[in-house]
């Protein structure tokens, strides 16, 4: 081992036997006897991290890229099938929540067999007896069965005999969370006492946050291979923009696949039309015919505007769609932040006037105006002569944070009289990989002097 390392993981590979569903019954055994009984996984493909004395190191990942698997075989409760793993001095740990703990047994002997578990000796785990009660703070609860216990207290209980066991490395996964915040907290100050003494520690959490704050260097696993590891901040950056991406491509799938269900309702719907149409054509005409002498009627006595309601408007202008253009150019409710975006309006003129507005409106889901915008407002004449157009309102680059935001789109007069609203015209995603909260991302850095 290099000098002032604690721990060296060399292109560490694990492969587990994933066995197949025997069959419950009879029959089932005798259908899938020739069925290949196991398959072989391979959960780390090669991996290779170094960690110095004093360090803490997180290893981040998605659900099931080998986090976990690599901190049990840093703990060796399991094997790797080839590389090497090398640790110097006495390990501790806080793996599987409950796991060394006997159910039946008390708090009190637990806490004896546990520690025992780590290589203390009887004399050695009185001595730290009243310092692992103190920090649990389970005095009341001691001699009763662990089984008793709440997640939360087998977390304290474990942890206070992890951090006490005189340990040179301590290997954390995931089970801090269950404590209440008050203890996490408490347990988080006494990790960072531990490291300033000059423990290793190793821990596995979803937590960016945690990773950020309290690792110096951090692993990014993917699939049972590194990905990335070096300065905790760089690395974490990195897998959560991975993250974003990801979670943009997921609703853009999401998206299409509504779409297409969609298509195919409407095409149905198609279908069943045509079909009464060639029916009722005469009649369909008729009532076309009506319904525009009513249009035509209602403009003359002026009709009331129902400012309350969701789509209103004295019907001069009408949007005929609307929807958003993302940088690649595609048509979709789904946009990440700093990239280019466009509104598109698609709008037919029913009646001219001298002059029309276009407006859009971001909301969120409560109702809060983000923005507001129009083209009298940015001084852009709209003055028509054309029966339908497109008006496009673009962004260079989408400034909001990640979120689900709301569209509305109008058309008013020059007066501000609607011609067509829609409050809540369709609801719309953003991704962005600026961490900071609340709605907008303002490009900006921090500079201290
Ligand atoms: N004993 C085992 N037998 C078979 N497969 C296993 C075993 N232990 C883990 N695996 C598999 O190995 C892969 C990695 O599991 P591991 O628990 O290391 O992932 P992880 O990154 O910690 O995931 P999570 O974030 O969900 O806790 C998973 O596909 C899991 O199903």
């Known amino acids: 081992m290099k000098n002032g390392n604690a721990i060296e993981v060399i292109d560490v590979k694990k492969n587990f036997r994933v066995y197949h569903d025997k069959g419950r019954t009879l029959k089932e055994r005798l259908l899938f006897l020739n069925r290949n009984r196991y398959e072989e996984r391979w959960v780390l493909k090669g991996i290779s991290f170094e960690v110095k ?99 939360g207290m087998y977390m304290r209980l474990a942890f206070s005999v992890a951090i006490n066991v005189d340990a040179d490395v301590l290997l954390i996964d995931e089970i801090l969370a269950v404590g209440d915040s008050n203890f996490q907290a408490k347990c988080f100050n006494k990790l960072r006492e531990l490291k300033a003494a000059g423990i290793t520690i190793a821990i596995v959490t979803h937590d960016s946050g945690t990773i950020e704050k309290f690792c110096d260097k951090a692993v990014w696993i993917s699939k049972g291979e590194v990905v990335s590891s070096g300065k905790a901040a760089k690395v974490v950056d990195a897998y959560l923009k991975h993250m974003n991406d990801k979670k943009v491509q997921s609703l853009l799938n999401k998206e299409e696949k509504e779409r297409a269900i969609e298509e195919q309702n409407a095409e149905k719907s198609c279908e069943i039309e045509m079909s009464s149409e060639s029916v009722s054509d005469v009649e369909t005409e008729n009532a076309q015919e009506t319904v525009s002498s009513v249009d035509v009627g209602a403009e003359k006595t002026k009709p009331e505007i129902d400012y309350s309601a969701n789509h209103f408007g004295l019907g001069q202008a009408e949007i005929v769609q609307a929807y958003f253009i993302n940088e690649q150019g595609n048509k979709t409710q789904v946009l990440k932040a700093g990239e280019k975006a466009e509104v598109v309006m698609h709008y037919k003129v029913n009646k001219q006037l001298g002059g029309y507005v276009f407006g859009i409106g971001f909301y969120d889901l409560e109702g809060r105006c983000l923005l507001g915008s129009n083209t009298q407002l940015d001084r852009v004449e709209v003055l028509h002569s054309k029966m339908k157009g497109i008006v496009k309102f673009k962004m260079e680059n989408l400034p909001l944070l990640t979120g689900k935001y709301i569209l509305n789109v109008a058309i008013v007069d020059d007066n501000g009289m609607p011609l067509d609203f829609y409050r809540d015209y369709c609801h719309f995603d953003v991704v962005s990989d600026d961490r900071s909260v609340g709605y907008m991302s303002i490009p900006h850095k921090w500079e201290l002097e």
């Open 53 to 151: 004395k004093g360090e803490a190191i997180g290893l981040i990942g998605e659900n099931g890229c080998g986090k976990s698997t690599t901190l049990k075989l840093l703990t060796q409760i399991m094997y790797p099938d080839s590389g090497s793993i090398e640790i110097k001095g006495r390990v501790s740990s806080l793996i599987e929540l409950g796991a060394g703990f006997h159910p039946d047994m008390s708090g009190r002997e637990n806490i004896y067999t546990n520690a025992s578990i780590f290589g203390l000796t009887k004399k050695e785990i009185d001595m730290r007896m009243k310092d692992i009660i103190e920090f649990s703070e389970l005095e009341e609860f001691l001699d009763n069965p662990v089984r008793t216990y709440s997640s």
